[in-house]
T-cell receptor, first 113, second 114 residues
Framework: EAQVTQNPRYLITVTGKKLTVTCSQN?????MSWYRQDPGLGLRQIYYSMNVEVTDKGDVPEGYKVSRKEKRNFPLILESPSPNQTSLYFC????????????FGPGTRLTVT | AQSVTQPDIHITVSEGASLELRCNYSYGATPYLFWYVQSPGQGLQLLLK??????LVQGIKGFEAEFKRSQSSFNLRKPSVHWSDAAEYFCAVGAQSNTGKLIFGQGTTLQVKP
């Protein structure tokens, strides 16, 4: 089954404790992206990657890092999480020639206390 | 700057009634337009998309949307709502093709009364 998976689905952590949210897709997509969803704001792009070893900032990259060492994986790293990063995070992927037709993962709900 | 506005935060309709969810966008060129649905605890599922051509587009689950350039709108419609349609709906515009970024509206929560 074609899908985007994220782990963990739920995470509660404390300020400053480094964490990684994994994202993996099995569709051989070149393009991958991370969004965060906050009430009243919709989804906002954090980072995106056009292909392996090619990443760039979205609208809200502060406090986040990403890497794209393999085509299928695009982990989101929070080196020192803060409470304002409490949010619902979505990973998405697509082919490079149809970048806007994105398939979304199920989401990761992160709470930072 | 590109933006998407969904004027209705919350809408309640009776099962079997018709539905229209509003979406207005601001974008300099011909936009790529999307509607996504998010059921509780689920990711986003693409309902339909508009790239060019016929301004009335059909999607999954009986939804359709009409692109009106003069009104900068892309409203979502369904003739008869089912209880399973209760969810949050997001309109999005595809910005700058080299980033693949989707700009989302704030979302509209649909409640369906029996």
């Amino acid at each position: 089954e074609a899908q985007v998976t994220q782990n963990p689905r739920y995470l509660i952590t404390v300020t400053g404790k480094k964490l990684t949210v994994t994202c993996s897709q099995n569709m051989n997509h070149e393009y991958m992206s991370w969004y965060r969803q906050d009430p009243g704001l919709g989804l906002r792009q954090i980072y995106y990657s056009m292909n392996v070893e090619v990443t760039d900032k979205g609208d809200v990259p502060e406090g986040y890092k990403v890497s794209r060492k393999e085509k299928r994986n695009f982990p989101l790293i929070l080196e020192s999480p803060s409470p304002n990063q409490t949010s619902l995070y979505f990973c998405a992927s697509s082919t490079r020639d149809r970048v806007h037709e994105q398939y979304f993962g199920p989401g990761t709900r992160l709470t930072v206390t | 700057a590109q933006s998407v506005t969904q004027p209705d935060i919350h809408i309640t309709v009776s099962e079997g009634a018709s539905l229209e969810l509003r979406c207005n966008y601001s974008y300099g060129a011909t936009p790529y337009l999307f509607w996504y649905v998010q059921s509780p605890g689920q990711g986003l599922q693409l309902l339909l998309k508009y790239f060019s051509g016929d301004t009335l587009v059909q999607g999954i689950k009986g939804f359709e949307a009409e692109f009106k350039r003069s009104q900068s709108s892309f409203n979502l419609r369904k003739p008869s709502v089912h209880w399973s349609d209760a969810a949050e709906y997001f309109c999005a515009v595809g910005a700058q093709s080299n980033t693949g970024k989707l700009i989302f509206g704030q979302g509209t929560t649909l409640q369906v009364k029996p």
